[in-house]
Every structure is written in structure tokens, then in C-alpha cells.
């Protein structure tokens, strides 16, 4: 099983729809849960950070988490053709073999948003 | 803000060559990090250091090294560059304490070819 999994995509919505992007992790006892937008040809910027069951929210951004089925995602309201990138779900590796929990991140999903 | 910066945008080195990527941070962070982006394969960590000195192989150390002699400069050295290095180079880093990571800043990137 991956550690992180995400939907390639690519994600189609229109614009001012809600975009959902989902993504599940494999270690069950993974403490820290990050949401990156990457652009086309840049490196990644962080966008969410959630340490605790329920939702967060920052502006048109929401950020689930739900430890007992290990699903994190994020909710972008109003999408605008400006957030069309990849977003990479990151999560911490409790697991690793010292006492150091470096970040695993999923492979992204594409999202276009379509004027 | 923090500023996260690498030494090239775009680097062009022959098989065999010893390369040299830099990084610099300049918010005092404890821990950087080194990855390598390809599509399909996404994000991979190459090494991290959580201190001056200190560091530790992630995923893919082969054929590589690091060196972190101050706490705001974070090297890649990749010692006899192969083709299969091809590759985005990411250099991020986080606040924290050893073992304790939170959020990641990146980097713009090093578009490395070897040929």
C-alpha cells in the first residue's frame, strides 16, 4: 500500500464550483497533514496545515481531516481558474526508522478550473 | 516570509562531473531537506539534516551526499553525476526541534540535466 495516495486527475471543475481533493495515508498514527499547490514549472507552496480531527478553514480554502479513516482533503470554494495546479497532499512518517518523522508526499491531482 | 533559496535555476553538467547544488534559508530554521521531483514518480526525499552537521539519508541517498557547516546552508553534492540524475532538485526547510518537523518552505528549484 502507498503511504500517500491521491487522484491523478485531472480534476475538472467550473468556475465558482467547490473543488474537492481527497487523499489517504497509510500510517495509522501520522500527526501532521499538509496541502501544497504547485504551478506548472514551480516548486511547491504550502497552503494548509491540519493537526486535529474536523475541518480547518482559511478563506476559500477548508482542510478535513478524519484520523479514524485516515482521509485528509481540501475544499476550495469559489475556484478560480488562478488555483488550476497540482496539489500534493503531505503527511509525517511517525514510522520511520529513527526518531525523526519526515514528510511522505502523495504524487498530486492535476485541477483545472474552467472559465 | 521566509525566503528559500538554491544557487540555480537551470544546470547543465556532463556524466562523471561532481556537482554541487546550494541551498540557503534565511529564517533560522533547525531542519532542511533535499528532494528530487520527476514526473510520474513525485516528490522524493533524497536527505535531510536537522541540525549543523547533522544529517540523514531518506529515500534515494544513492549517489549522493550532503553537507550542512551552518545552520542557514544546506549543499547536494552529487559526486560523479549520472544521466538517471536528471531531475528538479527541491531544497526546503521547517522550524522544529529534532525529530519534531512542522510546515515546509521550498525552495525555487534546480532544473539539473546531465548529459
Known amino acids: 500500500q502507498k503511504e500517500v495516495e491521491q487522484n491523478s486527475g485531472p480534476l475538472s471543475v467550473p468556475e465558482g464550483a467547490i473543488a474537492s481533493l481527497n487523499c489517504t495515508y497509510s500510517?495509522?498514527?501520522?500527526?501532521?497533514f499538509f496541502w501544497y499547490r504547485q504551478y506548472s514549472g514551480k516548486s511547491p507552496e504550502l497552503i494548509m496545515s491540519?493537526?486535529?480531527?474536523g475541518d480547518k478553514e482559511d478563506g476559500r480554502f477548508t482542510a478535513q481531516l478524519n484520523k479514524a479513516s485516515q482521509y485528509v482533503s481540501l475544499l476550495i470554494r469559489d475556484s478560480q481558474p488562478s488555483d488550476s495546479a497540482t496539489y500534493l497532499c503531505a503527511v509525517n512518517r511517525v514510522l520511520w526508522n529513527s526518531g525523526n518523522t519526515p514528510l511522505v508526499f502523495g504524487k498530486g491531482t492535476r485541477l483545472s478550473v474552467i472559465a | 516570509d521566509v525566503k528559500v533559496t538554491q544557487s540555480s535555476r537551470y544546470l547543465v553538467k556532463r556524466t562523471g562531473e561532481k556537482v554541487f547544488l546550494e541551498c540557503v534559508q534565511d529564517?533560522?530554521?533547525?531542519?532542511m531537506f533535499w528532494y528530487r521531483q520527476d514526473p510520474g514518480l513525485g516528490l522524493r526525499l533524497i536527505y535531510f539534516?536537522?541540525?549543523?552537521?547533522?544529517?540523514e539519508k531518506g529515500d534515494i541517498p544513492e549517489g549522493y551526499s550532503v553537507s550542512r557547516e551552518k545552520k542557514e546552508r544546506f549543499s547536494l553534492i552529487l559526486e560523479s553525476a549520472s544521466t538517471n540524475q536528471t531531475s528538479m532538485y527541491l531544497c526546503a526547510s521547517s522550524p522544529g526541534l529534532a525529530g519534531d518537523f512542522y510546515e515546509q518552505y521550498f525552495g525555487p528549484g534546480t532544473r539539473l540535466t546531465v548529459t
Open positions: 491540519i493537526y486535529s480531527n
Open positions: 500510517d495509522r498514527v501520522s500527526q501532521s
Open positions: 529564517m533560522d530554521h533547525e531542519n
Open positions: 539534516s536537522y541540525d549543523v552537521k547533522m544529517k
